[in-house]
């Protein structure tokens, strides 16, 4: 029931940018808007999605790869977290103490750049 209520307040408030990045993500369209930048590589389909020109995440069908750009602010997690909530419902990013986890499912891990989830 958390996640469900979690979801539910996630996508009520959610950028406008972010819910535009997301569009050109399922629709494997280069897009840039703000300071959010969606590029599709032809090749292999995988979609890259930087902010401010830091890649924050690659996202195949396979797996959603996140990075934090070398900048953990609060602008890099509401996008990662929009970013999940659309391709990995099941996980997000949250803070405690100024440190970066990862929860997925009812787990918690310590946010490492470049996590696979």
Known sequence: MPTILFTLFFLITMRKVEMQMNTAIRNRVNWAGSNTTVMINENNNKARVFLHGNLIAEVCNEFVAIFDGGWQSNTTKSRL????????????VFQKDFVWFIKHGN???LFQTGSLV
């Open 81 to 92: 977290n929009a970013l999940l909530s659309e391709f990995r419902p099941q996980a997000r």
């Open 107 to 109: 787990a918690n891990f």
